[in-house]
Protein backbone atom coordinates (compact mmCIF):
# COMPACT_ATOMS: atom_id res chain seq x y z
CA UNK A 1 0.00 0.00 0.00
CA UNK A 2 1.43 3.60 -1.18
CA UNK A 3 1.54 5.87 1.58
CA UNK A 4 -0.21 9.36 -0.44
CA UNK A 5 1.08 12.68 0.84
CA UNK A 6 -0.72 16.20 0.09
CA UNK A 7 1.71 18.46 -1.38
CA UNK A 8 1.40 21.19 0.81
CA UNK A 9 3.66 19.59 3.29
CA UNK A 10 6.16 19.28 0.90
CA UNK A 11 6.16 22.46 -0.66
CA UNK A 12 9.21 24.34 -0.23
CA UNK A 13 10.53 26.98 1.80
CA UNK A 14 12.53 29.31 -0.61
CA UNK A 15 15.08 31.59 0.59
CA UNK A 16 15.53 34.85 -1.89
CA UNK A 17 18.23 36.81 -0.79
CA UNK A 18 18.79 39.70 -2.93
CA UNK A 19 22.32 41.17 -2.04
CA UNK A 20 22.01 45.38 -2.04
CA UNK A 21 18.39 45.11 -3.54
CA UNK A 22 16.78 48.25 -4.85
CA UNK A 23 13.50 47.03 -4.87
CA UNK A 24 10.88 44.07 -4.25
CA UNK A 25 11.76 40.55 -5.11
CA UNK A 26 8.84 38.55 -5.10
CA UNK A 27 9.16 34.74 -5.58
CA UNK A 28 6.86 31.70 -5.72
CA UNK A 29 7.53 28.21 -5.13
CA UNK A 30 5.08 25.35 -7.02
CA UNK A 31 5.17 21.88 -7.02
CA UNK A 32 3.97 20.49 -9.89
CA UNK A 33 3.23 16.77 -11.58
CA UNK A 34 2.53 15.49 -15.17
CA UNK A 35 -0.48 14.62 -15.71
CA UNK A 36 -1.42 12.36 -19.15
CA UNK A 37 -4.41 12.76 -21.06
CA UNK A 38 -5.38 10.55 -24.34
CA UNK A 39 -6.89 12.49 -26.93
CA UNK A 40 -9.70 10.85 -29.20
CA UNK A 41 -7.05 9.72 -32.15
CA UNK A 42 -4.91 8.04 -29.57
CA UNK A 43 -2.00 10.53 -29.04
CA UNK A 44 -1.62 11.14 -25.15
CA UNK A 45 -0.54 14.70 -23.88
CA UNK A 46 1.60 15.67 -21.30
CA UNK A 47 1.03 18.66 -18.82
CA UNK A 48 2.62 20.01 -15.64
CA UNK A 49 -0.59 20.98 -13.72
CA UNK A 50 -0.39 21.44 -9.48
CA UNK A 51 0.30 18.50 -7.21
CA UNK A 52 -2.36 17.94 -5.50
CA UNK A 53 -1.41 13.83 -4.29
CA UNK A 54 1.45 12.84 -5.18
CA UNK A 55 3.02 8.93 -4.07
CA UNK A 56 5.92 7.57 -3.95
CA UNK A 57 7.56 7.00 -7.40
CA UNK A 58 6.19 10.06 -8.32
CA UNK A 59 8.08 12.68 -10.17
CA UNK A 60 7.46 15.90 -9.40
CA UNK A 61 8.64 19.65 -10.45
CA UNK A 62 9.95 22.33 -8.12
CA UNK A 63 9.28 25.87 -9.98
CA UNK A 64 10.54 29.13 -8.54
CA UNK A 65 8.90 32.02 -10.04
CA UNK A 66 10.63 35.52 -9.55
CA UNK A 67 9.62 38.97 -10.43
CA UNK A 68 10.61 42.64 -10.06
CA UNK A 69 7.90 44.37 -8.70
CA UNK A 70 10.17 47.61 -7.85
CA UNK A 71 11.19 50.42 -10.04
CA UNK A 72 14.76 49.49 -9.94
CA UNK A 73 17.44 46.77 -10.92
CA UNK A 74 18.36 43.77 -8.18
CA UNK A 75 21.48 42.53 -8.24
CA UNK A 76 23.55 39.75 -7.08
CA UNK A 77 20.19 37.28 -6.51
CA UNK A 78 20.54 34.43 -4.96
CA UNK A 79 17.81 31.64 -4.98
CA UNK A 80 17.79 28.79 -2.54
CA UNK A 81 15.58 25.97 -2.89
CA UNK A 82 15.60 23.49 0.04
CA UNK A 83 14.41 19.82 -0.88
CA UNK A 84 12.16 18.42 1.07
CA UNK A 85 12.47 15.28 3.37
CA UNK A 86 10.90 12.48 1.69
CA UNK A 87 11.46 14.76 -2.20
CA UNK A 88 14.96 13.20 -4.02
CA UNK A 89 16.72 15.66 -6.07
CA UNK A 90 16.92 14.10 -10.07
CA UNK A 91 18.09 17.30 -12.36
CA UNK A 92 17.50 20.32 -13.28
CA UNK A 93 14.57 20.78 -15.22
CA UNK A 94 14.81 20.88 -19.12
CA UNK A 95 13.84 24.32 -19.29
CA UNK A 96 15.92 25.56 -16.19
CA UNK A 97 19.44 26.43 -16.14
CA UNK A 98 21.78 24.44 -14.26
CA UNK A 99 21.85 24.79 -10.02
CA UNK A 100 24.62 24.63 -7.44
CA UNK A 101 23.60 21.67 -5.73
CA UNK A 102 24.47 20.99 -1.67
CA UNK A 103 24.40 18.27 0.64
CA UNK A 104 24.32 20.06 3.94
CA UNK A 105 23.31 23.81 2.97
CA UNK A 106 26.31 24.99 3.23
CA UNK A 107 28.91 23.54 0.33
CA UNK A 108 27.51 24.00 -2.93
CA UNK A 109 28.94 23.11 -6.60
CA UNK A 110 28.37 20.29 -9.13
CA UNK A 111 27.18 17.14 -7.85
CA UNK A 112 30.38 15.65 -9.01
CA UNK A 113 32.58 17.81 -6.88
CA UNK A 114 30.33 17.32 -3.58
CA UNK A 115 31.30 14.56 -1.14
CA UNK A 116 29.56 13.08 1.55
CA UNK A 117 30.88 11.58 4.99
CA UNK A 118 29.88 7.95 5.61
CA UNK A 119 29.21 5.93 9.22
CA UNK A 120 32.97 4.92 8.90
CA UNK A 121 34.29 8.13 8.98
CA UNK A 122 35.53 8.18 5.47
CA UNK A 123 33.77 10.08 2.39
CA UNK A 124 32.11 9.15 -0.87
CA UNK A 125 30.47 10.83 -3.72
CA UNK A 126 27.41 12.55 -3.51
CA UNK A 127 24.63 10.76 -5.60
CA UNK A 128 21.30 13.22 -6.59
CA UNK A 129 19.54 10.97 -3.57
CA UNK A 130 21.71 13.28 -1.09
CA UNK A 131 20.79 16.60 -2.29
CA UNK A 132 19.32 19.07 0.33
CA UNK A 133 19.69 22.08 -1.31
CA UNK A 134 19.05 23.33 -4.91
CA UNK A 135 20.64 26.92 -5.42
CA UNK A 136 20.75 29.29 -8.55
CA UNK A 137 22.72 32.79 -8.60
CA UNK A 138 21.03 34.88 -11.25
CA UNK A 139 23.71 36.02 -13.17
CA UNK A 140 22.11 39.59 -14.12
CA UNK A 141 20.34 41.81 -12.29
CA UNK A 142 16.74 41.56 -12.57
CA UNK A 143 15.33 44.60 -14.06
CA UNK A 144 12.11 46.46 -13.13
CA UNK A 145 9.22 44.70 -13.80
CA UNK A 146 11.15 41.67 -15.56
CA UNK A 147 10.25 37.89 -14.66
CA UNK A 148 11.70 34.51 -14.95
CA UNK A 149 11.27 31.23 -13.95
CA UNK A 150 13.93 28.31 -12.27
CA UNK A 151 12.90 24.56 -12.07
CA UNK A 152 14.19 21.67 -11.11
CA UNK A 153 13.12 17.45 -11.15
CA UNK A 154 12.42 15.23 -8.31
CA UNK A 155 10.81 12.57 -7.35
CA UNK A 156 8.69 11.35 -4.08
CA UNK A 157 10.71 8.84 -2.07
Known sequence: MYKCLCVVVVAAAVHASP??????????SRVLTEQKTRAADGTVRVALVPARRVVPGDRVTFVLAYRNTGTQP?????????VPKGIAYRAPAATSAAPDLSVDGKTYGPLASLRV????GTTRA????D???????????????AQGQ???DAVLR
Not at 117 to 120: D, G, I
Request: zero cysteines; a neutral charge.
Open 19 to 28: ALAAGPLQVE
Open 117 to 120: ATAT
Open 74 to 82: IGNVVLDNP
Open 131 to 145: VTHVRWRLERPITAG
Open 126 to 129: ATPN
Open 150 to 152: LAF
